[in-house]
């Protein structure tokens, strides 16, 4: 199979061709593509170097499926021309998600509602996708009414530049600035730009994005989205409340048996999802997993995901695996 990945040089891209490594997806031929300043540059997968192309030549080289992670302009100009020409986009950014007519897939979650006619299929912000691992079969069990989540993002969800803020930070060293404050020592309530409804959109994404992804817009959604010094994920402090009853072991055994979830919730031994330990596996992470007592059948938990992986390129190329399994591609 011919696979491009657009944006290849980038943080998420990078970590692309390394899942797509590991995971032995059936590339015949690899096209990373990127700007035109990137143009001529090499990456490397699986041992061997591969020069970089641009976007038009990379539509001429046909591939059968492109990963794209190059931002929301570039892949409302660009993912277009690829599906016109019969190219399959799985599209990292924000320029689709909430686009009627494009289908919003965690595969573990709704990849069925996939077709050989879904030509741009939109792969969900990271921290709902970690989130809606966790809800997607506690609301088919008990019919989720609310949630409440609030996230500890880490900085590599802004990009190099945010990663090199925090390392001149430490360094004690003067440079460029991804946040309008200080990353280090600190705790930033503003993740992406303020609405006019005094939410972030990286806020309003989780509100916005759960619902989809889970068919249920009768799901209330709030959220507060923090950045933090962290680099080997996300984490997220999240309440749920049910319209059934719940027994806290079930809920256990149920997230367990998920596939993609790993619980880590024993508090006798400490044991409980952290970023350090999420940072490179494409695990979602579940812990915390306690009753709320001020709330009729509520819950809380606290979970951690590696927002670079199945926050971003380990879903993509599962999408990619899904397709390519069921004959939807290639």
């Known amino acids: ?157 802004t990009g190099v530049k945010a990663v090199q803020q925090l390392e001149n930070e430490y360094a004690g060293d003067k440079g460029e600035m991804a946040y309008p404050y200080p990353i280090h020592r600190n705790a930033i309530p503003h993740c992406d730009v303020f609405q006019e409804n005094g939410y972030t959109k990286e806020e309003m994404k989780l509100v916005n994005e759960t619902q989809k992804i889970l068919d249920d817009r009768t799901i209330a959604v709030t959220a507060t989205a923090i950045r933090i010094p962290v680099v080997g994920g996300h984490s997220e402090s999240v309440n749920l409340e049910f319209d059934k009853e719940y027994i806290e072991g079930d809920v256990r055994t149920l997230l367990n048996d998920t596939p993609g979830v790993t619980v880590q919730d024993n508090p006798d031994t400490n044991t409980y999802p952290m970023p350090i330990y999420a940072e490179g596996k494409n695990d979602v992470f579940v812990g915390r997993i306690r009753r709320d007592h001020s709330r009729e059948n509520a819950l809380n938990m606290w979970i951690v995901s590696d927002n670079l992986r199945k926050g971003a390129a380990t879903n993509a190329v599962q999408i990619a695996e899904y397709l390519s399994e069921n004959e939807l591609i290639g």
């Not at 986009?89 to 573990?108: C, F, G, H, Q, Y």
């Not at 006619?117 to 008990?142: F, R, W």
Request: include cysteine.
């Open 1 to 157: 199979m011919k696979v491009a990945v657009v944006g290849a040089t980038g943080l998420v891209g990078t970590v692309m061709l390394k899942v797509l490594a590991e995971r032995n997806f059936p590339v015949t031929e690899l096209i990373p593509v990127a700007s035109e300043r990137s143009v001529g540059k090499k990456v490397s997968y699986k041992g061997e170097e591969y020069t970089v192309v641009g976007l038009a030549t990379a539509i001429d080289m046909k591939p059968d499926v492109a990963l794209f992670s190059a931002g929301g302009s570039t892949s409302l100009e660009w993912a277009p021309k690829f599906a016109e020409a019969g190219i399959t986009v799985i599209d990292n950014s924000s320029a689709w998600r909430m686009d009627p007519t494009k289908k919003l897939v965690v595969p573990e979650i709704n990849a069925k509602a996939l077709t050989a006619e879904d030509k741009i299929i939109a792969n969900p912000n990271c921290s709902t996708i970690q989130m809606v691992m966790a809800l997607g079969p506690l609301h088919d069990a008990y019919k989720i009414k609310r949630v409440v989540v609030s996230t500890y993002q880490s900085i590599t969800g």
